[in-house]
């Protein structure tokens, strides 16, 4: 592991403290329903979170670019940092500590480091040079789950409301393959699937700064995450996702997704 | 407040806190998919659980009834315990600290106390006598929250896969009349509508140890809990439940769950 590395990952901690000391001050906050969007508690917390990451980015990386799902921002040069404040708003707004903030540095196009950090559980994923730390109180082991079937699988999805017909059409042929199917979880889900509690996640509609983060995770837990047809998820894709927690039952999840 | 009802609350306390202890045992324990169903980490921790809170309940009452969703029981006698150890299975077996255990005390066919347990998250919501108390550090006001319509409302329901089409096509217009919907939660949604974070809960099936516990708390939280018809609840309803926050809604609500 390169010193390069170790200075990315301490840089994404600080950065995602800094978040989630913001969060905490809205989350469940008193909400007033009438409020003006941009002044409502979510919208607050998303934009000082990501403001707060980016200074700490910029302090220690002032040449890397930087792009946030609330603030934008363009890539340039060779790395760039990824940042999604608060993956999960609905989660967020409904009270529920299952939204994240999702940080990645992408070395061009490549994702190299990610992390997914819940600061209301204290739960933190980091990944770097193939290694995956996780750190929280609610314990379990950051290790994808082997399956001899998909027929076993724990299938997720946050809402199936982000499927159009065709896409529903397609999950409900993935959904008849597993064994389950739950709803819920944004980016939290992956990290789920990252401790081996679910199995096989698909969900479509991602931006770059939703997927980038999760991409070391996964893989650094044993686990493989494509697009719908199999194929390595770049920043021209089509935003669907197909996180398998066990790389063995990729084609059969790809299968199962034509039907 | 009287006596009984303080003994009362003190019992369930304890019954649900030795669920608990169970229980995080077994959370996000190392889960062999080829386990057989009655050794499974779920199944130990459902049956441990509610062992646990019946031999605590059966103490303090040993003449009460005791029915729980595991190990069965019959009502007996005016005051009757309902116990769902682990509402949210689903959630518990991927990992998801939203799963709730449900104590409930039944004076004849009414709840008259509803304990809510989030034994991971240590979030507790316990109410009698027409109050509610609310304990956990990741904060939250026990109180219902106001609306002025139901345009406004945040809409949530466990799954739509708990729904017949005939019932899909009633939520569906439910959720058409709200401002969003999400996904997810069980009991444990209830509790987010007792803290002013969601204001309607659509969901169907639910047997009387689901929603006993849940009837208190609302109701204590200022908000209103009916059938679909907008019916009290009763043990032999028809399994579908409707929670709302602002009860000025409900007649709203029942509406659009007719369209």
Redesign the interface.
Known sequence: MSLAAIGFAAAAEAAADEAGAVIRRY?????D??VKEDQSPVTLADRGAEAAIRAVLAAHYPTHGLVGEELGGTRQGRFTWLIDPIDGT??F??????FATLIALMDEETPILGLIDQP??GERWLAYSGKLQFTGA????PRC?S??ALA?A?L?C????MFDAAQNQRFRGLAGSCR??????DAY?YG?LA????DVIAESGLKPWDWAALVPVVEAAGGTITDWAGAPLSLTGDGSVLAVGDPALLAACVSSLVA
Not at 93 to 98: E, F, L, P, V, Y
Not at 158 to 161: A, F, L, Q, R, W
Not at 180 to 185: A, H, I, L
């Open positions: 989350f469940r906050a008193s909400i329903v009438d609905r989660a707004i409904t009270g529920r500590a299952s209301i559980t609610f314990g379990g082991r789950r399956l001899d076993q724990e997720s946050t809402s199936p409301d389950r199917v739950t709803y819920g979880g889900a789920l401790l081996g509690q679910i």
